[in-house]
């Protein structure tokens, strides 16, 4: 069973505005992480942020983290047309059994 | 590194034939995962290995799929007898370390049609 349930399920802006993603997961965990995947192609991963922190940041990307909620967000800042992709939040368990379980997806179309 | 491979790039098969897809996990990594994602139910996990061996195989539908990894730098996927609600992307994916905050590696994926 699907851990990470993401909304919106698609996304379209234009360039230069900023998007943001959200991701709610049911378990505890010991990472959240993001990933980027191209029509066709394999994931590539973005970023991860662990259970005691609270934001990180990569380039244009930021992610924050709620564990007293369990949700997560991730914001692509000025995005590019190059940006459209399909987003996903994957959680790995707090047991340590290195399991990685992925949400179903953000779909981001950014329009130049 | 020349990263995950997978092959095939693409497979079609005929109902009730077995098939075989393949991996190549990075050199070095510990972890190995086969997800299979499709539009419907997205990406799901069906086996994970750690050092060769397999610890979470929950996700895998039924009988008819195997999994196997005799080394530290080879894995297989096998369905037989295969059937059309198989057909999907599968990905390989592998990680360095068998503790978390690790980052996983994807293939390019085998996408697996079967008519």
């Known amino acids: 069973s699907q851990q990470g349930e993401e909304d919106p399920q698609a996304l379209s802006i234009q360039e230069g505005e900023n998007a943001t993603m959200n991701c709610s997961y049911k378990t505890s965990i010991n990472n959240l992480q993001w990933y980027r995947q191209n029509s066709g192609r394999g994931l590539v991963h973005l970023i991860l942020?662990?259970?005691?922190?609270r934001e990180k940041h990569s380039g244009r990307l930021r992610v924050t983290l709620d564990t007293s909620k369990k949700s997560s967000s991730l914001l692509i800042t000025a995005s590019r047309a190059a940006d459209t992709a399909s987003y996903f939040c994957?959680?790995?368990?707090?047991?340590?059994?290195?399991?990685?379980?992925f949400g179903q997806g953000t779909t981001l179309q950014v329009k130049p | 590194d020349a990263g995950v491979i997978q092959s095939p790039r693409h497979e079609v098969t005929e109902m009730g034939q077995e098939v075989t897809l393949r991996c190549k996990p990075i050199s070095g990594h510990n972890s190995l995962f086969w997800y299979r994602q499709t539009m419907m139910r997205g990406l799901e996990l069906l086996i994970y290995?750690?050092?060769?061996?397999?610890?979470?195989d929950s996700g895998m539908p039924e009988d008819r799929f195997s999994a196997k990894m005799p080394n530290a730098s080879f894995s297989t996927l096998k369905i037989q007898p295969s059937e059309p609600r198989d057909s999907a992307v599968y990905f390989c994916?592998?990680?360095?370390?068998?503790?978390?905050?690790?980052?996983?590696?994807f293939g390019q994926g085998t996408r697996l049609t079967v008519v």
């Open positions: 994957a959680t790995a368990g707090s047991g340590n059994t290195g399991k990685l379980i």
């Open positions: 942020i662990r259970s005691n922190e």
């Open positions: 994916a592998s990680s360095p370390g068998e503790r978390l905050n690790t980052e996983a590696f």
């Open positions: 290995f750690n050092n060769n061996v397999p610890i979470d």
